[in-house]
Structures are given as C-alpha cells and as structure tokens.
C-alpha cells in the first residue's frame, strides 16, 4: 500500500541525493505510521480494558508513543529541507537528528511508565479475561508492524536516513513486544497462568533498550562522527586518478545533515609543474567529487619536492623510524631546511586517535629516534589527528 502511495505523491523517486525528495518520502512514511499506530492504538486499548489486560493496554501505549515519535520525524523532515539561511550558511539538516533524539527521549519516557505500571500488577496481580477479539487484534498488530519495519529500513536505505532506519528497529521490537504479549494471553487460557505482569514488564524492557538504541544512533552524527571509510577511499579514488596529484592528506568530512556533506582535502602535487595548470586540475577534481559524492568539496594543494635525492632519502629514512614506532602512524608534507649548524626537518606525523602516545611524548620520541640516525637534524613536528 505504502509503496502504491509512493509512486503517486514522490515525484523523482530515484533521485534521493535531492533534500525534496527524501523530505517527501520521510513525509510519506510518517503520515502512513501515524495514521496506522493510532488505529492500532484505539483496537488494543479498547480490547486491553475489557480484557483487564496491563500487557495488552501498555502494548496500545507504546502504539500511541509511536504515533508521536512520528509525528516529531515528520516534522524533522519538514524542518531540515528548510533552505540555509544567514545564521545557519550549511542549512538545516541537523534538525533530522534533533528530532530522533526527541524520538528517543520520548520511547525511554514510555518504557519507564511502563515498567512501573508493570511492577505495581507483579504486586498486585488482577485476573484477565481471554479473548478471540484480543488474540486477533495481536496478530493483526504483529503483520503491521512487520510490515512497517520492513518499508520504513527499506525506504531509510534509500535515502541515507538514520531517523527512519531507527524507527524501522522500533517497529521490530514493537513486533517482538506484541508477541511477547500475544504468547501471555496462549499461555492464560490454556494453562491459567497469569503472566500479564510479567509480559508488561518484558515489553517495557524491549522499548527501554530501542530508546537507548535510537539516543545512540541518533546522538553521535549530531555530535559529530568520524568519516565513513568508503567514503574515504571514494574521494582518495577520485582525486588520485589525476595525474597531477601524487597523493592526498588531512582528509575531513563535515556531516552538516543527510545530503549536506562538506569535504576538505590536502592534495600533494609536484611542485615544478606550472601553477596555472596544477590549479586548473584541482578544480576538475572538486567538481568531479561534488558530482559524484553529492558535496561540496575544498582540496588545499601542497608542492612537493620529487626530484630532490638528499630529501628523498631522509624522507625515506624518517618515515621508516616513524612507522617502528607504529605501524599506525603516517607522515606528510616533510621538508628540509639546512642551516650552518644543524639541519631542520619539518613534516607533520597523521596518529590515530587515542594513541598510546601522547603528543609532546610522541614527538619526543620521533626526534630521539631520528637524531640517532642523523646527527646535527633537528625535528619539527606537527601531530594530526585522523578524522576518518
């Protein structure tokens, strides 16, 4: 059904690199889960009452919570497609992930009253009535939620959202804590053991641990996470194949928001070709990563010495002591600056994060290792951090 109404209302469907489009498939699926959590909602509450059943009226509850939480990715969506603005230049995309958050906070408020709810009936059990009507309605409940999981991962794949593949997990535990459920009321009437309590407090536990889930998935891109490795080899792919370019360093991805990726890169060129032409080919190749990775994209050029045989050896050298140190450690942009008494070598070392090094001791150590080798050198050192 939901994919029928694709075809109708999302124009371009394919082109998902486009804000428009996923904010009109995120549009789609939430109207789609509201309007289905609600029906679900009034059925299971309706049947819960009548049934005195605590499992079933806290499995209607968190219905309705899924209701709002799609009410918020809904307006999530519509408010991240906003256009950039002066106060906010990268746009508005962040607020996807504001609004999974919110998600979050409001499935752990519900898992919490749930439980409660749950320890008060182990207390002071009360006795359920079996029904055909309820065992109906929990099926039901069962094959539309799957259902929903399955469109919702599938259409959040599509578009890159972590908002819409996080719900699709609710749902799956939503299913997982109906049958749970389900399985209590089968138990009732064909043994007359009352496990209501004890089946609320599972699923009470089963939505605690989605919310946790989501807060996680949601919170670390809203912080600020490190860039995908594909991603990675993608642009070091795309830049590399210029034969201009003898390689790349400092390689960062800003995450502004699903569709809104910035990329910023130091490209190692030979520094006795001509400038003009080393310039030319570095914006064919930023126009080639916007194209083809949907971005925005800066590449800093840094010349290179090749033909210098006393710099290629201790370039050669130096990394060597440094990659002994760690295979882990990698270093860039070295240079050599003689003097009357001493030799300065200048290069930045790229460690990764929480090395077992700090700077100042890592630095320490490169110089140590390196004055060893080549007597009257000096060291200047700058420790980068690796961000992908």
Known sequence: MIELLA???VKDRENTSDPRVRAAYGTLCSV???VMNVLLFAGKFIIGKAAASVAITADAVNNLTDAGSSMLVLLGFRLSNRKPDPDHPFGHGRIEYVAGLGVAGLILMTGASLLRSGAEKLRFPEEIEFSAAAVMVLVLSIAVKFYMAAFTSRVGRKIGSSAMEATAADYRSDSVSTATVLLCMLIFRFTGRNFDAVGAIIVSLLILRTGVEE???TLSPLLGEKG???LA???EEIVCAYDEVV???D???HDYGPGRLYISVHAEVDGTRDLFELHDAMDRAMVELDE???CESVIHMDPVDLYNEELNSLRESVAGLVEAIDPQLRMHDFRMVPGPTHTNLVFDVLAPMNFRLSDAELVQEINKRVKAEHANTFCVIKVDKAYV
């Open 7 to 9: 075809r109708v209302f």
């Open 32 to 34: 789609a889960a509201i």
């Open 215 to 217: 807060a996680r998935n």
């Open 228 to 230: 995908d490795p594909e």
């Open 233 to 235: 080899e993608r642009v």
């Open 247 to 249: 390689g790349i360093h």
């Open 251 to 253: 390689l960062i991805i």
């Open 292 to 294: 083809k990775l949907g």
